[in-house]
């Protein structure tokens, strides 16, 4: 399984495009020891030349451009690029379908819940429908595996988490859906390796430790340090927890709470650019080294 991070940050990337905080003010000014990111995005292939996209960030563009492996060969019209995995309906994960709508044949697995509000409730999305088997459409379910048609005999189980539908669903559409089907973590894996990508994780019940200490891989969410980052930088702002992301640091946060892992290679990602971890003199991205972490960079790529 070939896994390739075109992106490892949170919505709007890094730096943001509004944003002046201190590591945004930074970055720009060529005072922070760190790195640009562009929003999160993954590409997994089984080795076949064939490549699936988990999720599809606005950034998607100018990540396959950056990417050769996704390159249409000479005289070629379509590129390796087959589908893409959808684990949330959030615009971060979706909008760049519309940057896939110039007629390659694709395969988009989602649950049905996503594919309502995403494809069918919005019309933009029709773009990807214009000619007969522009899009192929395959529900998918939470616990139900299913194989990623990318060679290699990947297969994908989704997991639900207790996430929410996005903002631009509407109240009484929200008490419609189903619970279980807004949020999701994928497990991928093949004879033998096992990876985990959860992007937005609100949590980690007992039954996902399990999992994740079974894994060879585990791409975490990443988003805030602290619960009340985006309150302390901005001076307002839901906390962490309230937009459903577990924060990295404190009493109860993914570090402390994945400390007893051994097993899987573990890697933060989603990274907002509010975080000081993404500063690499601060003490936060110290401690998250140290605890045997690595904080996801554009253009990684990884064989398992």
Same mark, same amino acid.
């Given at each position: ?15 943001? @495009? ?30 076949? /030349?064939? @490549? ?7 950034? *998607? ?53 996503? !594919? ?13 429908? !214009? ?5 192929? @459409? ?24 207790? /996430? ?27 004879? %033998? ?59 109860? /946060?993914? *570090?402390?709470? *994945? ?20 500063? %690499? ?11 045997? @972490? ?8 990884? %064989?398992?």
């Amino acid at each position: 399984m070939r896994i390739k991070i075109l992106g490892s940050a949170a919505g709007g990337g890094f730096p943001q @495009w509004n944003c002046g905080c201190s590591n945004c003010h930074r970055l720009r000014q060529g005072k922070l020891h760190g790195k640009a990111r562009s929003q999160a995005q993954l590409a997994v292939s089984g080795n076949s /030349g064939t @490549w699936f996209l988990l999720n599809a960030s606005p950034d *998607l563009r100018a990540q396959i451009e950056a990417s050769p492996q996704l390159h249409p060969r000479a005289s070629a019209r379509h590129s390796p690029i087959a589908g893409v995995v959808l684990t949330s309906g959030d615009l971060d994960n979706v909008l760049g379908l519309l940057l896939l709508r110039e007629f390659q044949p694709l395969r988009l697995f989602a649950t049905a819940a996503i !594919r309502q509000i995403v494809s069918q409730e919005n019309s933009f999305f029709r773009l990807l429908e !214009r000619i007969p088997g522009q899009s192929t @459409w395959s529900e998918m379910r939470a616990g139900m595996d299913f194989e990623l048609p990318c060679g290699g005999g990947i297969r994908c189980r989704p997991l639900a988490l207790p /996430g929410a539908y996005p903002g631009y669903v509407s109240p009484s559409g929200r008490e419609v859906l189903p619970a279980d089907a807004a949020v999701l973590a994928l497990l991928l894996e093949n004879q %033998e390796k096992k990876m985990l990508f959860a992007p937005a994780l609100p949590g980690i019940s007992d039954d996902l430790m399990a999992t994740m200490s079974d894994c060879d891989l585990l791409f975490v969410d990443g988003t805030f340090w602290d619960d009340d980052e985006l309150r302390r930088t901005r001076g307002e702002g839901p906390s962490a927890r309230e937009m459903g992301h577990l924060p990295v640091g404190g009493a109860g /946060g993914s *570090l402390e709470r *994945l400390a007893s892992l051994r097993k899987p290679r573990k890697i933060y990602i989603h990274i907002n650019n509010t975080n000081p971890m993404l500063d %690499e003199d601060s003490p936060q991205h110290r401690e998250v080294r140290q605890a045997g @972490w690595e904080i996801a960079e554009d253009g990684w790529e990884i %064989e398992l």
